[in-house]
């Protein structure tokens, strides 16, 4: 299963990249000297009593008795026993009567005795540290020493070495605390330091991004925050250019298109009633005369439609278009539509009665003549139109039964000019009626949505709120 690990911030990041680093860095040294003090006083106290015990059993030889009894093995004991250290002595069966208990001799310390060589080890007694140090009695004669049998074994308490490496486990763990919050204090200034200037440039990527294309940042110093601020000031210099020229060039665009769609329009009405007499004379013509008659007259009426939907654009564009509200009875104003191009016998209405709305009533009728248009010329029958509401809002539903939209196509349906096909004919459309028609949607405050439905066919939903230009609340 996937986690989402929280987002943290980059000063979070960086005080915690300091704090781990410190905290490594001080346990590394810490524990290291530690480990190293440690042993160096275990080690001293180690060989100053084998030491101390080597030098006080010397002082016994020449050994009175090599076989000693009871009270001789307590005096041999007795030479090595001072206030820090108790002491036993062994021999064969024999001990000295008082001093160390030989049970808590470690075992395999006693076999290393046995062998005839000088061996310690740190063990428990009770509740504290001792460190048992062992030592055969050798004795020498004419051919060299030879073991005598006797062990001596002393317990020398550590509670001192103990308090010393406890006081320097404390100083190490104080010295860690004080590294890790001036790690912290060194974090907080390096990420006031650091976040300033990529906060600045986090502020003004937004203003970017809201349109102040103006933005800039001011560069202190020459480092790699001051290159990408210079960086971000000529992208953004570069970026304010080419969406100046690029307005400049929109802008002149819409200018040359509206012309030319105004100055079009009187010599186009005089072609147009020409070629209505051409169209009213088609049948009395030569065949050859009367097909291009009608072929005029056709293409008359898609060159006015073309030059009228383009001179609807271009008021969207310059922002002029505005809405003619009225209170209407948004079913007849469908039912006027599709009646006025003839296509009541064609789309199966579903219409809710008695839905009043306040609306524009010519913008509506472009938006159901061109989705219904549309529908008629890319879908399948039957198409059908389905009209619901609600106290806010009203839906209108455009239905067919074609093949639907391709979903690689669906963002771009609303696109002016493009069609599925670029190999349609002209006479298939202009590629402006659904852009027109979500503008229209949008002037009212409201939208169109195109999808497929899951029985087959494309379905287009225009929502509009029933009170235009109304507060809602």
Avoid: C
Avoid at 304 to 311: A, E, F, H, Q
């Amino acid at each position: 299963m996937n986690r989402r690990w929280p987002a943290v911030g980059l000063r979070a990041r960086l005080l915690l990249a300091f704090a781990l680093l410190t905290v490594v860095t001080a346990v590394a040294v810490a524990g290291g000297s530690y480990v190293l003090a440690r042993n160096l006083i275990l080690q001293q106290a180690q060989d100053a009593a084998v030491q101390a015990m080597t030098t006080r059993l010397q002082a016994l030889f020449p050994l009175r008795d090599p076989a000693p009894d009871p009270t001789a093995l307590g005096e041999i004991a007795g030479a090595v026993t001072d206030r820090d250290a108790t002491a036993v002595a062994i021999y064969h069966n024999m001990r000295s009567a008082a001093g160390l208990d030989p049970g808590v001799i470690p075992a395999e310390l006693r076999a290393v005795v046995g062998d005839g060589k000088i061996a310690w080890q740190r063990v428990r007694w009770g509740a504290a540290p001792v460190l048992i140090i062992g030592t055969p009695l050798l004795i020498t004669g004419p051919d060299g020493t030879t073991p005598s049998g006797i062990e001596v074994y002393t317990a020398r308490s550590l509670l001192a070495e103990q308090a010393s490496i406890a006081q320097l486990a404390t100083r190490a763990s104080l010295a860690g605390g004080v590294a890790l919050l001036f790690s912290v204090v060194l974090a907080l200034l390096a990420a006031r330091g650091v976040l300033r200037p990529v906060r600045e440039l986090g502020r003004a990527a937004r203003r970017l991004g809201e349109g102040e294309l103006w933005t800039r940042i001011a560069v202190h110093g020459t480092d790699e925050l001051a290159d990408v601020a210079r960086t971000f000031n000529t992208t953004a210099g570069e970026l304010e250019r080419h969406v100046e020229r690029l307005r400049a060039m929109e802008a002149d665009a819409r200018r040359f298109v509206a012309d030319v769609s105004h100055e079009l329009r009187t010599p186009l009405a005089a072609v147009a009633a020409v070629a209505g007499v051409l169209e009213e004379e088609a049948g009395r013509l030569p065949e050859d005369a009367g097909k291009a008659a009608r072929l005029v007259s056709e293409e008359t009426h898609n060159l006015t439609r073309l030059v009228n939907d383009l001179m609807e654009i271009s008021r969207f564009d310059s922002g002029t278009a505005a809405l003619a509200l009225d209170e209407v009875e948004v079913a007849a104003v469908i039912q006027a539509s599709l009646r006025a191009r003839g296509w009541t016998d064609l789309v199966r209405t579903d219409l809710a009665p008695a839905v009043t709305a306040r609306l524009d009533a010519r913008r509506v009728d472009v938006m159901v003549a061109n989705l219904v248009g549309n529908a008629l010329r890319h879908g399948e029958p039957e198409v059908s139109v389905t009209l619901a509401a609600d106290p806010e809002w009203l839906t209108v539903e455009l239905r067919d039964h074609g093949p639907g939209l391709d979903p690689a196509i669906l963002p771009r349906v609303f696109d002016r000019f493009w069609k599925a096909d670029a190999a349609r004919a002209r006479s298939a459309g202009s590629g402006l009626g659904l852009a027109i028609a979500r503008e229209n949607a949008n002037l009212h405050g409201g939208s169109i949505a195109a999808g497929n439905s899951p029985g087959g066919g494309a379905v287009f939903t225009l929502r509009l709120p029933r009170w235009a230009g109304r507060e809602r609340g």
